[in-house]
């Protein structure tokens, strides 16, 4: 349980919700509620290292700063550290005047080339078996439900694959690698990755949210001898892939190989519904799941008004007609004007 100084719990359990925003200089805020007692609000301004926060009790703010992990045990647990600050503080450093100032990174001419990252080439094993179970994916959503497949997203540039894992010093899973070869991510498809909530696939770039929104979950609320995968919380390792509306995410721990699901303040779970031996192994057991009419882990396929894929704990019965086509064309993409720039 989490519990604050200065704060009685007086019946019931605590509740407690959390807003957590994107990692670019959004605010985040947080609610709990006492039932039978009082409530307590606090708002989070900023973003990446650095968070200012404010609470209608003083003492909530006191006790979320000292409980949070220290730089060395964020690193510890694969996170960049995170420091917090009184949004008091702050008021009173700035001169009692608030810091409205927003600054842009603005683009700069350099005579310097862009760096260049060489692609590398996933296990042809792994990448053959991904390659399949898209295949019959594809396929089966063209004949069924293609709007789900017109929203799928475009291939993946192996040279924005290659700059994403060299500038974060991290490599993505064969599997994962060679799916956004396929698809970069299906914002809003409801591609099948659905249990109780729904998952969508992550775009390439949008993992590194995903990653934030875990760390700052980690480092502000785990207890630090909590704070490593083998204790079954959150790892800045694992490599989330998809998420849901709810904030849940599927990851895979590129130690294993295993799909596990995340969850804020909760331990990560391997098992039921959605975890799977590996990410291939997940994208057999949809391919097959739609091919057969399902169950994938006691859900159904479906198919909408929309000609868009969904679940259902009940057999959808015959497939809805007039949902058959196939996606829209590739657009060709256009050769970028030569750029020797820098961000600053």
């Known amino acids: 349980m989490i519990k604050f100084r200065g704060l009685r719990l007086v019946s019931g359990a605590l509740i407690v ?71 008091s503080d702050d008021w009173e450093a700035d001169g009692g005047e608030a810091d409205d100032a927003v600054v842009m990174p603005q683009m700069v001419a350099t005579g310097e080339p862009e760096a260049t990252y060489a692609p590398r080439t996933p296990d042809p094993a792994v990448t053959a078996r991904v390659a399949r179970s898209w295949d019959r994916i594809e396929r089966w959503l063209g004949a069924h439900a293609s709007a789900t497949l017109r929203k799928l997203g475009d291939p993946a540039k192996p040279e924005d694959l290659a700059q994403w894992e060299a500038t974060r010093g991290r490599r993505l899973p064969d599997a994962l690698y060679a799916s956004f070869r396929r698809h970069n991510g299906s914002p809003g498809s409801n591609l099948g990755l659905q249990a109780p909530p729904a998952y969508d696939l992550l775009d390439l770039y949008s993992i590194d949210s995903a990653l934030w929104r875990r760390c700052q979950e980690l480092i502000l609320w785990s207890d630090a001898r909590d704070a ?19 904030g849940r995410n599927l990851f895979i721990d590129p130690r294993t190989g295993r799909v596990g699901q995340a969850s804020w303040l909760s331990r990560v779970n391997y098992g039921e519904p959605m975890g799977w031996p590996s990410y291939a192994d997940l994208l057999e057991g949809l391919a097959d799941a739609l091919e057969r009419g399902g169950p994938l882990r006691g859900w159904y396929p479906v198919v909408t008004a929309g000609c868009e894929l969904g679940w259902a704990r009940n057999p959808g019965g015959p497939q809805r007609g007039g949902c058959a086509g196939g996606p829209p064309p590739t657009p060709s993409p256009t050769p970028a004007a030569p750029s020797h720039r820098r961000w600053s």
Not at 42 to 51: F, Q
């Open 228 to 246: 490593d995968a083998e204790n079954g919380r959150w790892h800045g390792s694992l490599v989330p892939f998809a998420d849901s509306i709810e």
């Open 17 to 87: 919700v959390m807003v957590l925003g994107g990692a670019n200089g959004s605010s985040t805020g947080f609610s709990a509620f006492w039932e039978g007692a009082s409530y307590v609000s606090c708002s989070y301004l900023g973003g990446g290292s650095h968070l200012s926060i404010s609470c209608s009790d003083p003492a909530v703010e006191t006790d979320i700063i000292d409980r949070m992990l220290t730089p060395a045990q964020a690193r510890a647990a694969g996170c960049d550290p995170i420091t917090i600050t009184r949004a």
